[in-house]
């Protein structure tokens, strides 16, 4: 087993690499886009990820890109501060542009830029691999490192209705360069099943609007049209800066509009295809994503090793590791978009209320 081709330059895939190459492996990575992506919303890195990062030695690095943010500050219809919280202090947070390109850079693997898996055909040796632009080609494992609507996991698995739960919660994200922030707080402001948070970034701002719906029938994640008439009708009318913002929204050509999701699959590998990151366990909500994406490759890179004469063991080690830490974050998702995005006046009244307290909780303690 020395072959692996990765479907995705991102986070997961770009990490994966970068484990793999180290343990002696030759990974291809084949990504859709024609370079590396350029969205800028942020993420974090917490926890088991900033361990894994630590020993790639770009944590440097990462905390260098980071952005400065201290703070979430809920505000009214006039800006006031009405509630917040603070933030992790041992969390990373920074632009996911920023992150996939330092994982990218410190990977070692051909890549494979404006292209896509087309059709996977697998027998007890290997899988055969047809591309959309490159030749076809013959991979001791194929990885499915490409998000919420994955390619791998179509072709090997299935349609994606059978995997995706709708979790009744649309998310936009969009940069807004000429937006002026204190650098240390994010702004959050709700009206019942909507929110809108500024974030100020790393000297680029952006904004992100969430909105309760029913899942939007013939909704494409890739119609950047569609997502701008669904954005525009969910916040017509809408209070604070709201009405600016969304003057902004047609003119952005770095959009990003998904339905907020959760994957569920009773197994992440069939044979010598498996699934890493969104494609096998999505929780898109809270920036846990990047962090589960990160430890899940050097989980599934070190069960290969471990492994390196039986795929299947390794699968079953991969798996059976990652999901204690995908688990919990899938059953949170629910109930952490309620504080997020509360359905109702009372709810978001409640919801400020209960941060107050703890503020001044924590206040009295440190006194």
Same mark, same amino acid.
């Given at each position: ?5 990765i ?5 997961a ?38 361990v894994v ?6 944590l ?14 809920f ?14 202090s /041992? ?6 542009a920023?992150?996939?390109? =330092? #994982?990218?850079?410190?990977?070692? &693997? !051909?890549? %494979?830029?404006?292209?896509?898996i087309?059709?996977l ?13 490159a ?9 499915g ?5 994955s ?5 090997a698995?299935?349609?994606e ?16 360069p ?13 009206t019942?099943?909507?929110a ?9 701002g ?7 719906s ?18 525009? /009708? ?10 600016d =913002? #969304?003057d902004?929204v047609?003119? &952005? !050509?770095? %959009?990003f509009?998904?339905?907020?999701s ?26 846990d ?8 490759a ?10 390196r ?59």
């Amino acid at each position: 087993m020395k072959t692996v081709l990765i479907s995705g330059a991102g986070i997961a895939g770009s990490t994966l690499a970068y484990w793999l190459t180290r343990h002696g492996f030759e990974p291809t990575v084949v990504e859709r886009a024609r370079g590396r992506r350029s969205s800028g919303n942020p993420v974090d890195v917490r926890g088991p990820a900033r361990v894994v990062v630590e020993r790639m030695g770009v944590l440097p690095e990462l905390l260098a890109a980071a952005t400065r943010v201290t703070r979430l500050s809920f505000v009214d219809d006039h800006g006031r501060r009405i509630g917040g919280m603070a933030m992790p202090s /041992d969390d990373i947070e920074l632009p996911r542009a920023d992150l996939a390109r =330092l #994982l990218s850079s410190a990977a070692t &693997a !051909d890549y %494979l830029y404006d292209d896509t898996i087309t059709a996977l055909h697998q027998d007890p040796g290997g899988v055969d691999v047809t591309f959309e632009n490159a030749a076809p080609g013959r991979f001791d494992l194929v990885i499915g490192a490409d998000g919420l609507h994955s390619a791998v996991r179509r072709l090997a698995f299935g349609p994606e209705r059978r995997f995706i739960d709708h979790l009744g919660i649309y998310v936009a994200t969009v940069p807004l360069p000429d937006l002026v922030l204190d650098p240390h707080e994010v702004l959050l402001h709700n009206t019942p099943g909507r929110a809108v948070a500024l974030h100020p970034g790393t000297g680029r701002g952006g904004a992100a609007f969430f909105f309760r719906s029913r899942a939007v029938p013939d909704f494409d994640h890739r119609d950047t049209d569609q997502h701008k008439r669904l954005l525009a /009708d969910a916040f017509a009318g809408g209070s604070w800066r709201i009405p600016d =913002l #969304l003057d902004q929204v047609p003119r &952005a !050509d770095d %959009l990003f509009f998904d339905s907020v999701s959760r994957v569920r699959l009773g197994s992440w590998s069939t044979g010598r295809i498996a699934l890493l990151g969104d494609a096998a366990s999505c929780v898109s909500l809270f920036g846990d994503g990047s962090t589960l994406a990160i430890a899940g490759a050097a989980t599934l890179a070190d069960a290969l090793a471990a492994h390196r004469d039986d795929h299947a063991a390794a699968l079953r080690a991969y798996e059976s590791q990652h999901r204690r830490l995908t688990k919990p974050k899938q059953r949170f998702v629910s109930p952490a978009s309620r504080l997020l995005i509360p359905a109702t006046s009372y709810g978001i009244a409640a919801r400020n209320a209960g941060t107050r307290l703890l503020s001044a909780v924590s206040r009295t303690r440190a006194a």
